[in-house]
């Protein structure tokens, strides 16, 4: 707990032993932090990721799909689209996979992860960190354990569930 009161820690709850893919055409965001951490499941199962951090985001054209092991069905939400894109604030993800073209604005790579000041969270004392005013992926393609924000508005939702030959994942 002293640690998520220090900001250190970002998830604040157990994550299931799943990943999920996140797409997006673009993601724009203002106050990009990032650093190493855990995922921790309920059984005690860490799991390693880039804790990410960005203060504001838009994100266009989002899918996000999560398969249910051993069947064939995969759950698919999708939203930002029509160039409405959706928007979160405060926003946590832990990711094991992220893949786009990214640009980044005065950035610093290999800050002390502690003293990292523009995202919405800091990480650990002596830890490799980043931080950037601003990030712009295009063509995002991410594995994660789990997100978490402190808004998010998905505007023209679409969930649905897929199964057999139409269970396919974002990406």
Known sequence: MFGMAQGAVAASFAVSGQTFKVSASELRGEGFVQ?????????GT???VAVT??????LFDLCQSVKVPGAPVVLSTNAGGGGRPATASDLLIDAEALEGDVEFTNINI???A????????KGPRKAFGQQADAVTIKNLRQVARSTQAGTFN???LKLKVNVGAAAKECF
């Open 53 to 58: 951090g960005i203060r504001r985001a838009q």
């Open 154 to 156: 998905l505007t023209g």
């Open 110 to 112: 290999n800050q002390d």
């Open 35 to 43: 650093f190493g951490g855990v995922a921790e499941e309920v059984d």
């Open 46 to 48: 860490k799991h390693p």
């Open 114 to 121: 502690s003293t990292l000041d523009r995202g919405p969270v």
